[in-house]
C-alpha cells in the first residue's frame, strides 16, 4: 500500500505482495473519494451486509492506511 501512497510502482521486496493484493488495492483506489478516504462505490453488486466480509475487512484496512496517509499530508502542508 505505501507503494501506492508514494505514487511508485512494485519494489523488487513488495512485488510478490502486488501479484497477491494488487487487485484490491487498485479496487480501492477506484471505488474511493480520494480528498477524504470515503467509500463511492462498494466492491460487488448488492448492498453493504451482503459484500464479502474478508474483502471489506480488507477494504478497512486499506481505508484505515490511507486516511492516515491524508492525516499526515495535512499536517506537513
Known sequence: MAD?????????????????????????????????????????????MEQPAKTLAVIELMQNIFVEHLNKMAKVN
Open 4 to 48: 501506492f501512497l508514494q505514487g511508485g510502482g512494485a519494489s523488487p521486496d513488495t512485488m510478490p505482495c502486488h501479484r497477491k493484493w494488487g487487485y484490491l488495492a487498485r479496487l480501492f483506489f477506484l471505488s474511493t473519494d480520494k480528498e477524504h478516504g470515503s467509500l463511492l462505490h462498494l466492491p460487488y453488486d448488492g448492498p453493504l
